[in-house]
């Protein structure tokens, strides 16, 4: 199967990140409203809150550290979808090496090098209090990401520098 | 350049040594069984598993050093070469390999070893340990994509420069 181009991976993958990115946003906007406006219960320390269309329903902790904690992974998941998709429809068009896939990496880069482990560590201390690290993997994993969309945005300079050269020839 | 490779280089290495880390945790209960009779391992077929997964580990370890390699040449070499699209391209799919292979390894571990929940049906119960299999598999499937996608992206460099350097 091709990898680049209109019916490729890359193309599946796009709609598949764009997709849950938007899906994700959805279920955020839809959490914060219901926050704002009263609309869930609360039963043994736990906010119940109906997801519509599907019919059923989230139970969390109703703590502020929670509440907080889901949302900001949420950002964070959007964010990193949304520009995964970016990359993946611009590796849909015939010319792979352009500026704006570069602009994308580097911000993906910058996500999972920096938002990332700022993120987790700001989760982990100030907000759950947390003691042990359990779930030290998720930072691994973020920092694994990191390094290969650094690597990425070094091939796609290079790539993009003899593209343009090649433009340039008559 | 060498601000690109250092931090892969880095990663790379760190994967080396918790592949060593596995092979000699591994190694050491497939000896501990070998040489007493006491059920360290319950069973031949779990004896089975474990030597798979033992040649599984040495064959990540053997693409890994490979991987090293190609990246250590990286800041010597163009990047857009033949020979390293080739690289990239067989250590992608030895990773896919490798993922399938442990995913193999694992539902039999989670069939063999993990009690069914009762009152659910086989179906259920297999589904359970297919989804716990491939959740540990999901990041590493990503970054064998990834250096698919690297791969791809290396052979294309690569026929712009030979077009390039056509070009009088």
């Known amino acids: ?170 | 350049m060498k601000n690109y490779t250092t931090a892969f280089k880095f990663f790379v290495n760190l994967l080396i040594f918790t592949v060593i880390i596995s092979i000699l945790e591994k190694g050491g209960s497939l000896l501990k069984y070998l040489n007493s009779t006491s059920t360290i391992i319950s069973s031949n077929s779990d004896l089975i598993l474990v030597s798979f997964n033992l040649i599984l580990l040495s064959y990540a370890l053997w693409l890994l050093i490979k991987f090293r390699k190609t990246i250590y040449t990286l800041h010597t070499d163009s990047v857009f070469s033949a020979k390293n699209g080739f690289s990239f391209t067989s250590i992608g799919r030895g990773l896919l390999f490798y993922s399938a292979g442990i995913f193999i390894i694992r539902v039999l571990e989670n069939i063999l070893n993990k009690p069914a929940i009762k009152g659910e049906s086989v179906a259920y119960n297999l589904g359970r340990d297919f989804g716990a299999a491939l959740s540990d598999r999901i990041p590493l499937l990503v970054i064998a994509f990834f250096l698919l996608i690297v791969a791809q992206l290396i052979k294309e460099g690569y026929d712009l420069k030979q077009e390039n350097d056509l070009t009088i």
């Open chain 1, 1 to 170: 199967m091709k990898i680049f181009g209109l019916k490729s991976l890359s193309a599946f993958f796009y709609y598949i990140f764009r997709s849950i990115s938007i899906v994700l946003l959805a279920f955020l906007t839809c959490m914060e409203f219901a926050f704002n406006t009263d609309r869930f219960t609360v039963e043994d320390g736990r906010f119940d809150m109906k997801i519509p269309l599907i019919g059923s329903s989230i139970q969390v902790d109703y703590q502020f550290s929670d509440i907080l904690t889901i949302t900001l992974i949420l950002i964070f998941g959007i964010l990193l979808l949304y520009l995964l998709s970016n990359i993946f429809k611009t590796l849909k068009k015939t010319v792979i090496f352009n500026k704006g896939i570069i602009k994308n990496l580097k911000l993906l880069t910058i996500l999972n090098l920096i938002i990332g482990p700022v993120l987790y560590f700001l989760i982990h201390y100030p907000i759950m209090h947390k003691t042990e690290f359990r779930n030290i993997h998720n930072l691994i994993l973020l920092i694994i990401f990191g390094m290969i969309s650094f690597f990425l945005t070094y091939v796609f300079q290079k790539g993009f520098s003899v593209q343009s050269e090649n433009d340039l020839t008559i």
